[in-house]
């Protein structure tokens, strides 16, 4: 069995309830979805089996893993998530929640991209707040979806296809969308701000 891989690197987990924590990124390659604000490449990629993936992350000393892509549910198995556990790995994923995910993850980190949630368990619901009038009505509909986390997390614009190319209006949505943002948060206090902090930081 083969995993198209699209990239391996070494970083701080920069979203979400992990923030902070030093993991290897795997990212798969191709998704099941276009979303005209994705801020990621991922379409090349090369075949690996489990042995070599295990080996390439080895050489990191985190033993906390973000499967990401992509769309990882695409491609991830439980045979893969257990050889990892083998080799003390805590496996988290971070999925648009489309496709079904082995249960044996760790953690999952759930995106929501639509209404189809189907990947089975979710400790954490991250949204993405995009401020087109309706992501309090999303807010409330993803409230419902059991996890032990609820973060709203601001669009970034700067990678947008769906607004100008140009740098001074990126700059005002982008500052637009964080007002915005925080107004939602105080109104839902359940929910919590997920920044890209490695954004901020600009590392990977
Ligand atoms: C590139 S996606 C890959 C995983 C999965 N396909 C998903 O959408 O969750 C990784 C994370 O980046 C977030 N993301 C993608 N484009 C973004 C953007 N322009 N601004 C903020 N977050 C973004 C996604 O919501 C997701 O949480
Ligand atoms: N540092 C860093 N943290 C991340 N968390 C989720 C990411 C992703 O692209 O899935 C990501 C990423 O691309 N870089
Ligand atoms: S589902 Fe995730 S990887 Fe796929 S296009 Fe949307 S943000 Fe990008
Ligand atoms: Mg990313």
Redesign the pocket.
């Known amino acids: 069995m083969t995993y198209k891989v699209n990239e391996i690197f070494y970083s701080l987990q920069g979203?979400?309830f992990h923030t902070g924590v030093p993991a290897v990124f795997l990212r798969f390659s191709g998704?099941n979805?276009k979303?005209p604000?994705?801020?990621?490449l991922?379409a090349d990629g090369r075949e690996m089996d489990a042995d070599e993936i295990v080996r390439l992350i080895s050489s990191y000393p985190s033993r906390h893993v973000v499967i990401?892509?992509?769309?990882?549910a695409m491609q991830l198995d439980a045979a893969l998530v257990d050889r990892l556990h083998e080799n003390g790995w805590f496996v988290q994923v971070?999925?648009?929640?489309t496709l079904p995910l082995p249960g044996n993850v760790d953690w999952v980190?759930?995106?929501p991209?639509t209404d189809r949630i189907a990947c089975g368990r979710v400790d954490e619901i991250?949204l993405?707040y995009m401020a087109d009038g309706y992501d309090a009505e999303r807010m409330e509909r993803f409230s419902a979806v059991e996890a032990r986390s609820y973060s709203l997390?601001?669009?970034?614009?700067s990678?947008?296809d769906l607004h100008e190319d140009d740098g001074g209006a990126v700059e005002c949505r982008n500052k637009f969308i964080l007002e915005e943002c925080i107004a939602c948060l105080k109104a839902n206090p359940q929910w919590r701000l997920s920044l890209?902090t490695h954004k901020l930081l600009d590392i990977r």
């Open positions: 979203e979400g998704c979805l979303c604000f994705c801020d990621t991922h990401t892509g992509g769309e990882p971070e999925t648009n929640g980190t759930c995106s991209k991250k993405l997390q601001p669009c970034d614009c990678v947008s890209q």
